[in-house]
């Protein structure tokens, strides 16, 4: 009964990153299922509305499953207390904890146990009505980003076609306010995605939107603007950049997605040297001025790339996130951690 009431605690109250067990096992478990759902899906669009049920439906799982263990937990106490059979201490619990009275013990000590449950049963409701204004209002301010940066980049969108439209309709002096703005937002997406954790797994309103593609896009451009484009420095971009991959870091740390914390410049990235070089011929064919030297334009957007590469591309895969150049496109496969288990247990065992 205190470790449910102390997972409660942890996933609607306390405001910072902490993984609950509670949590965690219903997650996986309800997300088991919905793999299976989404894998037998003809397309993208048919696996995200399976998986955009995935978060609601676990949130109310998860609450069912903090009542069924209260109400046992509680059952216990009853049945230690010598109020009966199990059976009629699971009756008197159920009973107390919705407060429908049709069952109650006998005795002073019992009646404060009652007293007690019912007080913890309207708590847990109390939690979760308050906990929904809150992630919907988090996800709704993540989405309103999400959307203006498809009409700048296009869908699916891309680094290159941020710049090129910056470039024809508005000009490269409003493209530097767009790095403070993105710098708020990914601070309130790590904020808000690390104390309110099921918010990662809700989807946008369109199949082609992800908050992960989102933020990869935005530090692409970033990058790609900073290393290539032949215009001043300005640090709001590299703090973009920073606050971006930090954020980005977080996240993947609460989901235990692993990842490299100190990578060196010069180690290895998904994108390959003739991607870069061909977003750099569409950005030359849109009369973008560039950098003359492209090799250590490609040196330097590789070492920021490097800070983020690996946690993007997991973070695609562990949301299911669309198709997005640079980024799901080369995602690694997510796995289950029940079916990675299956696997290697399977391998162990001789032929």
């Known amino acids: 009964m205190l470790l449910t009431l102390r997972s409660a605690i942890q996933t609607f109250i306390l405001p910072r990153a902490v993984s609950d067990r509670i949590a965690r096992f219903v997650f996986l478990t309800v997300r088991a299922g919905f793999d299976l759902r989404a894998a037998r899906a003809a397309s993208y669009e048919g696996r995200d509305a399976v998986m955009a049920l995935f978060a609601p439906l676990a ?14 937990g509680y059952a216990l106490i009853y049945w230690g207390l010598g109020t009966g059979s199990v059976g009629d201490a699971l009756t008197i619990s159920g009973s107390s904890m919705f407060t429908l009275g049709f069952a109650t013990p006998h005795g002073v000590g019992d009646d404060i146990v009652l007293f007690t449950q019912a007080g913890i049963g309207l708590l847990l409701a109390a939690l979760l009505v308050a906990y929904l204004p809150t992630i919907y209002g988090a996800w709704s301010r993540r989405e309103r980003a999400v959307a203006n940066l498809e009409v700048r980049a296009g869908s699916p969108p891309t680094a290159s076609e941020l710049i090129i439209r910056y470039s024809r309709i508005e000009g490269f002096e409003s493209i530097e306010s767009l790095w403070p703005a993105w710098e ?3 601070l309130d997406v790590e904020e808000s995605h690390t104390s309110l ?23 692409d451009s970033a990058a790609l603007f900073t290393t290539t484009v032949d215009v001043p420095r300005n640090p709001s971009r590299e703090l973009c950049l920073r606050a971006g991959y930090i954020a980005l870091r977080r996240i993947a740390g609460l989901f235990r997605i692993p990842f490299d914390p100190n990578p060196k410049p010069d180690d290895p990235i998904s994108i390959s040297r003739e991607e870069f070089y061909e977003a750099v011929q569409r950005l030359a064919e849109a009369n973008v001025k560039l950098k003359p030297d492209l090799e250590e334009a490609w040196r330097n957007f590789a070492g920021w790339r490097v800070n983020y590469d690996t946690v993007l591309l997991r973070l695609a895969a562990f949301t299911m996130a669309p198709y997005a150049p640079w980024i799901s496109d080369r995602s690694v496969r997510w796995e289950h951690p029940l079916l990675s288990m299956w696997r290697r247990r399977t391998l162990r065992r001789p032929r």
């Open 59 to 72: 949130l109310v799982l998860l609450t069912a499953t903090w009542l069924v263990l209260v109400i046992c």
């Open 184 to 186: 708020d937002w990914f």
């Open 197 to 219: 954790a099921a918010l990662a797994f809700f989807r946008s309103p369109q199949p082609n939107r992800s908050w992960v593609t989102a933020a990869g896009v935005v530090l």
